[in-house]
């Protein structure tokens, strides 16, 4: 089982025709310069010091990020430009990077086996997958945290909708940011309300925490306040784990 030849292309044709810079994708903001419920992240390791996998890791800027906090980062992403990306924007080998489609079941149990479990860093890949492959996404989180880890999932909320359209529709680079992500067919806060809730847990992973929050954005409004969508974070583990503070 793979994704979708589209969602395959979509992808791989956005990565192909960047040049990977930080910045020149409208998602890739500075993690410092973005809450996005940050300390319930980093409380993660502290609880249980295992590797990260962040999955869907682009051009690795997250992935560095996780690698400075976590005893190791893996960034997996289906692109295999987003994967070359990354490699070239991290000389220093902070973090490993790799190619992985999270539909493709044997391929995440293959590197749940290989790391043991593990952390999962999961950032605004739901809401842009193809409905069809949702349940997989979230079964590839469950897998890969298996009986320890735990995963922070942060998606956009449908209303992020109102916020891009009017965005896209300006003049200027912000706007050009966004019209690359229509131009390659990605479709983001395409999620319903509450869906990726009912995702997690049907994949059998249990809700630890959960709140609102705002995905920073690369791009600026007219009047010059940072563009910031409305999202939703979750720390899920798998159900029946112990939860923190449980003997």
């Known amino acids: 089982m793979s994704v979708t030849e589209r969602y395959l292309n979509a992808w791989e044709g956005y990565w192909g025709a960047s040049s990977g810079a930080p910045g020149e994708a409208i998602w890739d903001s500075e993690p410092e310069t973005a809450a996005e419920a940050h300390p319930a992240l980093l409380a993660?390791?502290?609880?249980?010091?295992?590797?990260v996998v962040d999955l869907g890791c682009g051009n690795g800027t997250?992935?560095?990020w996780l690698a400075g906090h976590f005893p190791r980062a893996i960034g997996v992403d289906l692109s295999w430009a987003a994967v070359e990306h990354a490699r070239r924007a991290d000389p220093e080998g902070l973090a490993a990077y790799e190619r992985l489609d999270l539909v493709d079941t044997a391929a995440v149990r293959a590197l749940h086996e290989r790391l043991g479990d593990s952390?999962?860093?999961l950032r605004a890949v739901i809401h842009q997958s193809d409905p069809e492959d949702r349940p997989a996404v979230a079964a590839a989180v469950a897998e890969l945290v298996g009986a320890r880890g735990r995963a922070f999932v942060v998606e956009l909320e449908p209303a992020a909708k109102d916020v891009i359209a009017e965005a896209a529709g300006a003049s200027g680079g912000t706007a050009e940011k966004f019209r690359r992500v229509f131009e390659h067919d990605l479709r983001p806060a395409a999620a319903s309300g509450g869906e990726v809730a009912g995702l997690l847990r049907?994949?059998?992973?249990?809700?630890?925490?959960?709140g609102a929050t705002e995905l920073a954005m690369t791009g600026f409004h007219a009047d010059g306040r940072r563009i910031l969508l409305p999202a939703?974070?979750?720390?899920?583990?798998?159900?029946?784990?112990?939860?923190e503070g449980d003997g």
């Open 202 to 210: 049907g994949a059998g992973l249990a809700i630890r925490a959960e």
């Open 119 to 121: 952390h999962v860093y």
């Open 44 to 51: 993660l390791p502290g609880e249980l010091p295992l590797p």
């Open 62 to 64: 997250r992935t560095r």
């Open 232 to 243: 939703h974070w979750f720390v899920v583990g798998r159900a029946g784990a112990p939860a």
